[in-house]
């Protein structure tokens, strides 16, 4: 079967977007990579001690890698998530013009991921397979040179910043490994969205009429999700509203969690919180073009919803473990809907619990 993206390409272009004028500091990345492998375990007990989410994984590992290497592991999880819908793409991918659409393919997912890779901070990797080697997965990711440079630019403390930074992540591994049936939840919301992938190359023009007859209204619709929501069909948007709403909860669960669980330790918490608010602003140009044409702005956005949430129902319903009542299975995690409206939530979930 013929892959839909050139990932060889794809690798190559973002590799080189990520290198280019980069320069790397072996001594301090290595001591930043002991650092990491000490505080990560740390953050992980500092989190279940907050939250009760203790991880059935065992104690969490840290791999300190640098831009390829970070893109080479995403490249892996994307093949990995697509393989579902190879198949439905062999006729677009034959013949010469499927072959320039795979090159095409290739090179725009390289430029992202090769953009990305340059401010990624931590990813928690959370996708495991079975044919995989267990050293490989489940893993806390931190991209050295991005976190190196973000420390030096803006005179952060490195023990207190990664430190902090670990205490996100962790959160996230407590999050999937600690609530038993999370991790298959989240990806079988994948793979319902993947199985309903149409791949008909004319609805790329249909979509390209509908964002120009929107901006002629004054609309923005990539505003709720980028191309991905755009080119979903009517079940897929279901599927990705129920995505959005648990996303949303856990990137807000993440940032309330660091915050709390570092209290008292890490003392420049707000200076941390604050800088990296004004970083993800600040972009322009062809970063904010990316990040709104990729969903990465609606997933920033969804930081901000998921801790206002958190705080609606925890000054309801009385307190930080009203949020375990959304651990109870899939049915009780919010719906986008509920993020917006913490009311509704309450009453439908922790109201009938009572």
């Known amino acids: 079967m013929v892959a839909p993206v050139d990932w060889e390409l794809a690798e190559r272009?973002?590799?080189?977007?990520?290198?280019?004028?980069?320069?790397?500091?072996e001594w301090a990345l290595a001591r930043m990579a002991e650092d990491f492998e000490e505080m990560t375990p740390r953050a992980e007990k500092l989190v279940g001690e907050e939250t009760g989410l203790w991880s059935l994984q065992g104690e969490a590992r840290s791999r300190l890698v640098s831009r390829p290497d970070w893109i080479r592991a995403n490249i892996a999880s994307f093949q990995r998530l697509l393989a579902p819908v190879v198949g439905k793409l062999d006729d677009v991918s034959d013949g010469p013009m499927g072959q320039a659409a795979r090159r095409f393919a290739g090179a725009e997912v390289g430029g992202v991921l090769g953009w990305m890779s340059t401010r990624v901070l931590g990813q928690y990797d959370l996708l495991?397979?079975?044919?995989?080697?267990?050293?490989?997965?489940?893993?806390?990711?931190?991209?050295g040179p991005n976190v190196l440079a973000l420390e030096r630019r803006n005179g952060f403390d490195g023990e207190q910043f990664r430190l902090w930074l670990a205490l996100h992540e962790t959160t996230h591994r407590a999050q999937f490994t600690g609530v038993p049936w999370l991790r298959d939840h989240f990806v079988s919301l994948v793979n319902d969205t993947l199985d309903n992938?149409?791949?008909?190359?004319?609805?790329?023009?249909?979509?390209?009429?509908?964002?120009?007859?929107?901006?002629?209204?004054?609309?923005?619709?990539?505003?709720?999700?980028?191309?991905p929501a755009l080119l979903a069909g009517p079940e897929q948007r279901v599927v990705l509203d129920k995505i959005g709403g648990m996303m949303s909860l856990l990137e807000g669960h993440g940032d309330v969690t660091m915050d709390r669980a570092g209290l008292g330790i890490v003392h420049d918490a707000e200076f941390f919180a604050s800088t990296l608010r004004t970083r993800r602003d600040s972009a322009k140009g062809i970063s904010k073009i990316i990040m709104r044409l990729v969903g990465l702005e609606a997933k920033l956005n969804q930081y901000a919803a998921?801790?206002?949430?958190?705080?609606?129902?925890?000054?309801?319903?009385?307190?930080?473990?009203?949020?375990?009542?959304?651990?109870?299975?899939?049915?009780?995690?919010?719906?986008?809907?509920?993020?917006?409206?913490?009311?509704?939530?309450?009453?439908?979930?922790?109201?009938?619990?009572?």
């Open 197 to 227: 992938v149409d791949p008909d190359p004319g609805r790329l023009f249909e979509i390209a009429k509908e964002v120009l007859d929107a901006k002629r209204s004054g609309s923005d619709p990539l505003a709720d999700g980028g191309l």
């Open 306 to 354: 998921g801790e206002a949430f958190i705080a609606r129902i925890e000054e309801q319903a009385g307190g930080p473990r009203v949020i375990d009542h959304a651990w109870q299975s899939a049915e009780s995690l919010p719906t986008m809907d509920e993020i917006r409206d913490p009311d509704a939530w309450l009453d439908r979930v922790v109201e009938h619990a009572a």
């Open 13 to 25: 272009v973002a590799i080189k977007i990520a290198t280019r004028g980069e320069v790397v500091d």
């Open 128 to 143: 495991l397979t079975e044919d995989e080697n267990p050293e490989d997965q489940d893993i806390v990711y931190y991209v």
